[in-house]
């Protein structure tokens, strides 16, 4: 049995109120997570204080890293739990240990309090938050696929990426709000933590939530196994082996969208640093980006629902790929926050239509035994791996050239790998594959 027919559409769909509490404490997971970079100027000076501001910064972007070390050992850990004791237990204890972490860093005391257990603390909390963070898209992405409807498989999906394009959002809002409202004096001292304190608030809610879910796990049961009656024997259906060319392939996928994200996330960095933006002109050029993403993430959805996962991946994929140099130039050539904000707002919107639909064509061609494990692991190392090292690599290729076009340049090469893997997918999206069945029974 080949992938992409590895189980039968679920025919139960829950109730919408649950589908907001996955998708909410998803968004909350990714908020955290995102807080840590707004503010790491201000972290690096409470637990690493030196005499050189930029030791401060690079030891707390540092420990920023220091969370993707963990993200492969938690989606193996609780992706895997997903897949034997269900989505609804590993997607609470994601959320309860990122709690914890944030808890953590917010309450942690200084390094003028308690010395060097201060930055010691805080790299333990990060390693807690990194563990949560890469085992809660395994469990969450099998939940939302398998409580949608069928025909609705890619807009449910699509949600937890939206999710996490409005966490960013949220994140960039509090930022610009305590920046405003409190002295630089007060916001170093204790005024960061604010922004930590209010994702722990919402926390003991979140989790309430996430009690009252029904599991999808042994719901998709007797979905799953009408197929396998007739293709062969379940056990089969356990081993990973016949799925190595499409993780391979989500892995390839995984990476590319991994890069763009980082390199849209980078640009405040490529405002301030290489254009010489004002600190308000490159914030906003987040805020333009990510609430752009928010609809645009859902419209593909829908769009993959409709046309299928492969087409909404690749024909945007190759827009992407004509647009990306252009766009930079532009940018760099007439430097301006009018020029930024239309450039980059253009490529998210594009961005969002490819890369969305890919984790959920993934998600759904694998069987519901390995189907958590297998994509929590899969694109927590691409995370990892890319996610670490997209934006170092950027900034000391431009530093190594002088060229602000190499942003462009790297991920074009990202987008080349995206498009190619998106070609080797298999389809997924049920309206796609029933046409394709009536089709194959007509002749």
């Known amino acids: 049995m080949g992938p992409g027919k590895s189980d039968a559409p ?15 404490g998803n968004g909350l997971e990714f908020y955290d997570f995102l807080s840590y970079a707004i503010f790491a100027v201000y972290i ?31 989606g193996i850990v609780l992706g895997m ?30 390094y003028a309090q308690i010395g060097i257990a201060a930055p010691i ?19 969450n992405t099998a939940y939302l696929i398998e409580a949608a409807p069928p025909e609705r498989r890619g807009f449910y999906g699509a949600m937890q990426f939206a999710s996490q394009d409005a966490s960013t959002l949220v994140a960039s809002s509090v930022a610009l709000a305590l920046t405003s409202l409190l002295t630089q004096h007060d916001l170093e001292a204790w005024g960061w933590r604010l ?45 990973i082996r016949p799925y190595v060319k499409l993780i391979i392939a989500g892995f390839a996928l995984f990476a590319s969208f991994t890069i763009g994200a980082y390199i849209i996330d980078y640009m405040t960095s490529f405002a301030l640093n290489t254009l010489h933006f004002s600190t308000p002109a490159a914030f906003g050029v987040t805020f333009v980006t990510s609430l752009t993403a928010v609809f645009f993430d859902c419209t593909s959805g829908i769009l993959s629902d409709r046309f299928g996962r492969r087409a909404v991946m690749i024909v945007p994929g190759a827009i992407l790929l004509l647009l990306v140099v252009p766009a930079f130039w532009v940018i760099t050539r007439y430097p301006s926050a009018l ?16 890369s969305t639909p890919g ?35 950027v900034s000391s290729l431009i530093r190594l050239t002088g060229n602000p076009m190499m942003p462009a340049f790297y991920w074009v090469g990202a987008i080349v ?18 046409a394709l069945a009536g089709a194959t029974r007509s002749l």
């Open 10 to 24: 679920t025919r139960r769909s829950i109730p919408a109120m649950h589908v907001v509490a996955v998708v909410l």
């Open 44 to 74: 690096g000076k409470t637990f690493f204080p030196a005499h050189d501001p930029s030791i401060n910064l690079i030891f707390s972007v540092a420990t920023f890293g220091i969370g993707f070390v963990t993200r492969p050992v938690g």
């Open 121 to 139: 603390l805080l790299v333990c909390f990060r390693l807690v938050q990194g563990f949560a963070l890469g085992g809660e898209i395994g469990p």
């Open 359 to 393: 984790t959920i064509a993934v998600t759904e061609s694998l069987p519901r035994h390995i189907r958590s494990g297998v994509v929590s692991t899969v694109y927590a190392f691409a995370i990892a791996i890319f996610g670490g090292s997209t934006q170092f690599a």
């Open 195 to 239: 922004a930590f304190l209010l994702g722990v608030v919402i926390v003991p809610f979140g989790i309430l939530l996430r009690r009252t879910l029904p599991e999808t796990l042994h719901a998709a049961d007797d979905a799953a196994l009408a197929p396998d009656a007739t293709s062969g024997s379940l056990q089969a259906d356990r081993r």
């Open 417 to 434: 790998l995206g498009v190619l893997a998106a070609m080797a997918m298999p389809e997924s999206a049920p309206a796609k594959t029933r």
């Open 81 to 110: 739990l997903g897949d034997r004791a269900g989505r609804k237990p590993a997607m609470i204890i994601s959320f309860v240990l990122m709690g914890l972490g944030m808890l953590g860093v917010a309450l942690t005391p200084g």
């Open 339 to 354: 020029t930024l904000y239309a450039m980059m707002g253009t490529l998210q919107i594009v961005f969002s239509l490819t």
